[in-house]
């Protein structure tokens, strides 16, 4: 008995027939822990609008709305407990693919027969993010800026450096101030992701920028404030926001400056490729025209042996919670374009011999 079989190449074009678009790609932000739930449905009807813009542009009225319904249920499916900054979905034919990312992006769509989550990664961190470090020499106070603005986290009482929780209060003991506040940064900044900026009184912030470890992510913003500083830091820190571009690149520049220093920097695409390889996690580089000699290969083959392989570990480096930033050209020019800064794991007994010295005041020194 002779079975009928309908060739692949039928089956192919049948298939993209009924799904005329091959693949469509879209990136939005998306951090319910720290967003608002309407702003988080604006942003989701902002996307399904400008879809169906481009949609209605092409196709006929029932592939768009059945399109439309298959987003719409994706959309649900999201995860609203997820600690991430944005979010990245692929649908094909046959695949839909959500992937969280830990970066902030701005809203992208694509429709490309070849698209991948690296297409839709073009970001540059434009969200300014940092420690604002404030020095005299009776008082001391460490904020953290996010979200467009600062939140206080530590302040110095009785000569202690002590932390504005709602839970508990923790101190920093048996070390001197400097040594404290440096702990704290350690603890609080820990893969140095995150720039430093110091300001105060000249010879405070000199005396600890010259004992930090991490000179090249930490910076001195002269300013001699009296009494209460809280204003004037609120003005700081909204400078910087409005430098951040300029402060951002230095930055990135100390960040490798410094992840060279501790063999931490794995530079050009081979090196690099094996990193991925080996699951190695961090912060990937890449200069922005560099990106497109990667893309070009990815579909021809030219720079990777194993474009699909690569780009799987390239998903699974993001899956995990790590970093892509596409950097404007000139910063990696030395390294071949490309840099995976390696996460610096601390030894565990130093991290602990931090933590020791970690406190909770209202219970008379008990170890945390």
Same mark, same amino acid.
């Given at each position: 008995?002779?079975?009928?079989?309908?060739?692949k190449?039928?089956?192919?074009?049948?298939?993209?027939?009924?799904?005329?678009?091959?693949?469509?790609?879209v /990136? #939005?932000?998306?951090?319910?822990?720290?967003?608002?739930?309407? *702003?988080?449905?604006?942003?989701?009807?902002?996307?399904?609008?400008?879809?169906?813009?481009?949609?209605?542009?092409?196709?006929?009225?029932?592939?768009? +709305?059945?399109?439309?319904?298959?987003?719409?249920?994706?959309?649900?499916?999201?995860?609203?407990?997820?600690?991430?900054?944005?979010?990245? /979905?692929?649908?094909?034919?046959?695949?839909?693919?959500?992937?969280?990312?830990?970066?902030?992006?701005?809203?992208?769509?694509?429709f490309?027969?070849?698209?991948?989550?690296?297409?839709?990664?073009?970001?540059?961190?434009?969200q300014?993010?940092?420690?604002?470090?404030?020095?005299?020499?009776? +008082?001391?106070?460490?904020?953290?800026y996010?979200?467009?603005?600062?939140h %206080?986290?530590?302040?110095?009482?009785?000569?202690?450096?002590? =932390?504005? =929780?709602?839970?508990?209060?923790?101190v920093?003991?048996?070390?001197t101030?400097?040594?404290?506040?440096?702990?704290? *940064?350690?603890?609080?900044?820990? %893969?140095?992701?995150?720039?430093? #900026?110091?300001? @105060?009184?000249?010879e405070?912030?000199?005396r600890?920028?010259n004992s930090?470890? $991490?000179?090249?992510?930490?910076?001195?913003? @002269?300013?001699?404030?009296?009494?209460?500083?809280?204003?004037? !830091?609120?003005?700081?820190?909204?400078?910087?926001?409005?430098?951040?571009r300029?402060?951002?690149?230095?930055f990135?520049?100390?960040? /490798?400056?410094?992840? +060279?220093?501790?063999?931490?920097?794995?530079?050009k695409?081979?090196?690099?490729?094996?990193? !991925?390889?080996?699951?190695?996690?961090?912060?990937?580089?890449? $200069?922005?025209?560099?990106?497109?000699?990667?893309?070009?290969?990815?579909?021809?083959?030219?720079? *990777?042996?194993?474009?699909?392989?690569?780009?799987?570990? *390239?998903?699974?480096?993001?899956?995990?919670?790590?970093q892509?930033?596409?950097? %404007?050209? &000139?910063?990696?020019?030395?390294? @071949? &374009? /490309?840099?995976?800064?390696?996460?610096?794991?601390?030894?565990? =007994?130093?991290?602990?011999? !931090?933590?020791?010295?970690?406190?909770i005041?209202?219970?008379?020194?008990?170890?945390?």
């Amino acid at each position: 008995m002779l079975v009928a079989t309908t060739p692949k190449k039928v089956i192919r074009e049948t298939k993209q027939n009924q799904f005329p678009i091959t693949k469509l790609g879209v /990136i #939005f932000p998306f951090q319910p822990s720290m967003q608002d739930k309407r *702003l988080i449905q604006n942003t989701l009807a902002y996307v399904t609008k400008s879809v169906e813009t481009k949609l209605k542009e092409k196709y006929n009225s029932a592939f768009h +709305k059945s399109f439309l319904a298959r987003l719409d249920k994706i959309f649900k499916r999201l995860n609203y407990n997820t600690n991430k900054k944005s979010v990245a /979905i692929l649908i094909g034919p046959d695949e839909e693919r959500i992937t969280y990312l830990n970066f902030f992006t701005k809203p992208l769509i694509y429709f490309n027969k070849n698209i991948s989550i690296f297409d839709l990664v073009t970001n540059t961190n434009n969200q300014a993010e940092f420690f604002l470090l404030f020095l005299q020499e009776t +008082k001391s106070i460490l904020f953290e800026y996010y979200n467009g603005k600062l939140h %206080k986290e530590y302040e110095t009482k009785e000569n202690v450096f002590i =932390s504005i =929780s709602p839970v508990c209060q923790r101190v920093i003991a048996k070390s001197t101030r400097d040594q404290q506040i440096l702990n704290v *940064l350690k603890l609080m900044n820990s %893969k140095n992701n995150k720039p430093v #900026f110091v300001t @105060g009184t000249p010879e405070d912030v000199n005396r600890l920028w010259n004992s930090a470890p $991490d000179q090249e992510i930490m910076f001195k913003k @002269g300013s001699n404030f009296l009494n209460t500083p809280e204003d004037k !830091l609120e003005f700081l820190a909204s400078e910087i926001n409005d430098e951040w571009r300029y402060w951002h690149y230095e930055f990135l520049a100390g960040k /490798i400056a410094l992840a +060279k220093k501790s063999n931490h920097l794995i530079s050009k695409i081979s090196a690099v490729s094996e990193g !991925l390889r080996c699951s190695k996690d961090g912060l990937l580089l890449i $200069d922005k025209y560099y990106k497109k000699q990667l893309l070009k290969s990815l579909r021809m083959n030219l720079l *990777l042996r194993s474009p699909g392989i690569w780009m799987k570990h *390239l998903e699974r480096f993001l899956s995990r919670g790590n970093q892509i930033e596409i950097v %404007k050209t &000139g910063l990696l020019k030395d390294f @071949g &374009g /490309i840099v995976l800064i390696e996460n610096e794991r601390l030894d565990n =007994s130093y991290t602990n011999q !931090l933590r020791n010295k970690i406190i909770i005041k209202d219970n008379n020194f008990i170890l945390f």
